[in-house]
């Protein structure tokens, strides 16, 4: 292996653009600023949602597994009962996660209209809804079921409950994009280079941005790769910079990637108005 003093920079079809990045830098095109990689390909949606649909029906079939252990219709003789049903709702959540982080991903990719809001809301939360009826049918039946002795409803309850309550805290999209945002960003930007952090929620047009700390690592792609990568809002930092107005910018990721000039900023705030109580 070569060793790996700087991250080397390739563009979509792969081909090194270390030098003719690093020679932009020196001419002063490109700004010095942190080492940048490229974003990985933006992927297919299509290939996403089968991906999760496949998934997702596993979980319920894990989910009927459970209910069949509970009701003794389905006993693996080599492990108790109960270990049976915890492994099957384990199975069904790490279905459910899985299934939904793709859904999440193929949204991301080819995002649906928010002009109407419930159908918006639905499709990218079809995760949420999902582990719902990955887990409630099973809690309910488990509640009502006679034959169940009162630690396994117990155990099936608290676990499922948890199980519930995980798959639902992974299977809500957070960072929801719309077809609008994506076509507005598009506008804008086409297929100009963005650049986001590894943690950074929103994506900038300037390597040399403010919000970012020095040796932070860079990703560089078009903004419909940004997009894609979970990046779904414009750095106002970027956006005030280039004066650019008509595309949805985040303070909130902002402030995150900033926490630090923002604890600068309250410390001088302090010095300056003693602290009265
Ligand atoms: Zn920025």
Redesign the pocket.
């Given at each position: 292996m070569a060793e790996k003093k700087k991250p080397i920079i390739v563009n979509v079809e792969g081909e090194d653009i270390t030098a003719q990045h690093e020679k932009e830098k020196a001419e002063g095109i490109s700004q010095v600023g942190p080492p940048i990689q490229q974003a990985p390909p933006v992927g297919n949606a299509k290939g996403l949602r089968i991906g999760a649909v496949a998934l997702w029906v596993l979980a319920i079939i894990f989910e009927v597994l459970t209910v069949l252990v509970v009701f003794g219709k389905v006993n693996l003789s080599f492990m108790p009962q109960l270990t049976q049903m915890i492994i099957f709702l384990v199975l069904d959540l790490a279905c459910v996660v899985a299934g939904a982080q793709l859904w999440k991903k193929a949204n991301h990719i080819d995002p649906v209209s928010e002009a109407n809001s419930t159908k918006f809301w639905i499709w990218n939360n079809m995760g949420l809804i999902v582990c719902a009826l990955a887990f409630v049918p099973f809690i309910i039946l488990l509640l009502t079921n006679k034959n169940a002795d009162k630690k396994t409803k117990m155990v099936g309850v608290i676990v499922a409950v948890i199980a519930l309550l995980i798959g639902g805290l992974l299977g809500y999209d957070y960072n929801p994009v719309s077809a609008e945002d994506k076509q507005e960003a598009m506008a804008v930007f086409g297929e100009e280079d963005v650049y986001w952090t590894r943690f950074g929620k929103c994506y900038?047009t300037?390597d040399d941005?403010q919000?970012f700390s020095q040796s932070e690592q860079l990703t560089k792609g078009t903004v419909e790769q940004a997009i894609a990568a979970n990046r779904t809002k414009f750095?106002s930092?970027?956006a005030k910079r280039d004066d650019i107005t008509n595309v949805k910018t985040d303070d909130e990721a902002l402030n995150e990637e900033n926490a630090q000039d923002i604890q600068e900023a309250e410390d001088a705030l302090e010095d300056e108005v003693p602290a009265a109580k």
């Open positions: 900038h300037h941005c919000s750095c930092f970027c």
